[in-house]
């Protein structure tokens, strides 16, 4: 199983950049798939997961708006597109994997079944 991020980087408060998580090694359609966060000194936050077999999204109430989730099941990859950049959304972002239909659990985080390896965005002010 592997969950493979790219795309993070640095950039301009106000600026965009585009996250991708492609999976392999399990059945896409049965996970709910997305995106957590840590920044330097806090904890660990969910951000945004989108359930392709029933099309159900999630949003942190800080992402809403500027976030967007969506998912190429042809290519089993995720994407997070990020505009409006804030610096306080400076933090590791991690692709993530839990084996429910539908995201009412990706708000609590507790029930991850896989993890990438994080990709680093930062958001200069």
């Known amino acids: 199983v592997q969950l493979v991020e790219s795309g993070g980087g640095l950039v301009q408060a106000g600026g965009s950049l585009r996250l991708s998580c492609a999976a392999s090694?399990?059945?896409?359609?049965?996970?709910?798939i997305g995106w957590f966060r840590q920044a330097p000194g806090k904890e660990r936050e969910a951000v945004s997961c989108?359930?392709?077999?029933?099309?159900?999204?999630y949003y942190a109430d800080s992402v809403k708006g500027r976030f967007t989730i969506s998912s190429d099941n042809a290519k089993n990859t995720v994407y997070l597109q990020m505009n409006s950049l804030k610096p306080e959304d400076t933090a590791v972002y991690y692709c993530?994997?839990?084996?429910?239909?539908?995201?009412?659990?990706?708000?609590?985080?507790?029930?991850?079944?896989?993890w990438g390896q994080g990709t680093h965005v930062t958001v200069s002010s």
């Open positions: 993530a994997a839990m084996a429910l239909r539908g995201c009412y659990a990706w708000e609590g985080g507790g029930e991850v079944d896989y």
């Open positions: 090694g399990f059945t896409f359609d049965d996970y709910a």
């Open positions: 989108i359930s392709s077999s029933d099309g159900d999204t």
